[in-house]
């Protein structure tokens, strides 16, 4: 696990902050996608479970996988060139980079999909991501209408949640699946104080972004592929 847990470090803790909840589910995808490596966007169009939510047709699947394969790509020459950027800078390089990848890939969804598959994925995406992402989410921020002082408070949550992951990998081991649980747990207590930074009418708004639930399952290869699924789910974020 040190060559992962170095390779997070190096990145900043940025990405992986942001990144989908099946991230750190055991079997979880770790293709490089919008939103941090492990998973994202691009994880989300491959996965089998959610074209089927989406209804796409074979024509759209197909263009669907082509569209995660270039994001994939461009994202990981990238990430390359971030090696020789100053430990200091890289987290204003990573944010600036999944922007960027992220404007991309949104794009490219827009052109595939139609509006009413488009909403659903960015719910299902929402779903993954959770309320603390909501800070690198412009769109979101102005649907929830959040204060100076939510976001302040979430990018505080969101610290705090970094530099206990931080201190995770730096405890040294080797059980890579053991880290992961323990993230697992460090970002659905993070979401959860984040929730409770919202108010009832705040609350409301992210019920309705996030529509009806639905789990995600990354079972097959990197990134979601084949095997992955999903189900409906009767309890919200």
Known sequence: MRTFGKMIL?????????APAQ????????GF???GPFGGGAALLTNKGVQQELKVSDEQASKLEALAEESRTKQREQFEKLQDVPQDERRAKMQELNQTITAHLRKGIGEV??????KRFDQIQLQQMGVLAAPQMPRVQEALKLTDEQKSKLTTIQEEQREAMQGLFQGGGDDR???????TELRTKGNEKAMAVLTGEQKA???????????????????G?????GQRRNNNN
């Open 225 to 229: 592929g084949p095997g992955g699924g």
């Open 23 to 30: 991230a750190q589910r055991p079997g979880g995808g770790r």
């Open 10 to 18: 190096g990145l900043g803790m940025v990405a992986l902050l942001v």
């Open 205 to 223: 708004t992210w019920k309705e972004l996030t529509g009806e639930p639905f789990e995600v399952r990354f079972e097959g290869g990197p990134g």
């Open 177 to 183: 699946q053991a880290a992961m649980r323990k993230m």
């Open 113 to 118: 999909l139609k509006p009413e598959q488009v």
């Open 33 to 35: 996608g919008f939103g």
